[in-house]
């Protein structure tokens, strides 16, 4: 890092979009009907969490928060002011109308080993993820890094920069 906390945070924000692009990219052409003989989901789920973690990374830095070099999207939520846990339970609540799974597990743990598992997912026998809340974390995780990073939503965020 450079040593400037905001222009640094500027820099994660991006590179966590990146990877939320990739994964849209992916998204689009699993479900694209030229491409029915290609299934994108593994690399839709790796870039989707990678962006998860470094979205959790850049509010935890920005806001001078330590934290170690883990991947698992729970631990780094744990270390998460208050007001911020509220917001993500609040807005994915909203949106996915629950927050635990049929067998009470929170959907932030069920997911927050999704970039290892995934990555390797060729070793295991089966693997399950909650795509549709990883992808609405995600939704909330970008807006919410707007809003401390520039005070505007993602929506506003995204107008900007594509008049630019």
Same mark, same amino acid.
């Given at each position: ?81 208050? *007001? ?62 707007? *809003? ?17």
């Amino acid at each position: 890092m450079t040593g400037n906390r905001r222009f640094d945070s500027m820099e994660m924000f991006r590179h966590a979009c990146a990877f939320a692009d990739c994964a849209d990219v992916c998204s689009r052409e699993s479900w694209s009907t030229v491409n029915r003989t290609k299934w994108y989901g593994t690399p839709e789920i790796v870039n989707r969490a990678f962006a998860c973690e470094i979205y959790l990374k850049t509010l935890l830095f920005y806001n001078c928060i330590a934290y170690t070099k883990v991947h698992r999207l729970a631990e780094l939520y744990a270390l998460l002011p208050e *007001r911020f846990r509220e917001t993500i339970d609040r807005e994915t609540f909203r949106r996915f109308g629950r927050t635990k799974n049929a067998f009470g597990i929170s959907y932030i743990e069920n997911i927050s080993n999704a970039f290892y598992d995934w990555r390797y997912s060729f070793e295991k026998r089966s693997l399950h993820c909650e795509v549709g809340y990883l992808d609405l974390l995600c939704d909330v995780l970008r807006d919410l890094c707007c *809003r401390e990073l520039y005070q505007i939503s993602w929506k506003e965020y995204e107008a900007t920069n594509k008049e630019r």
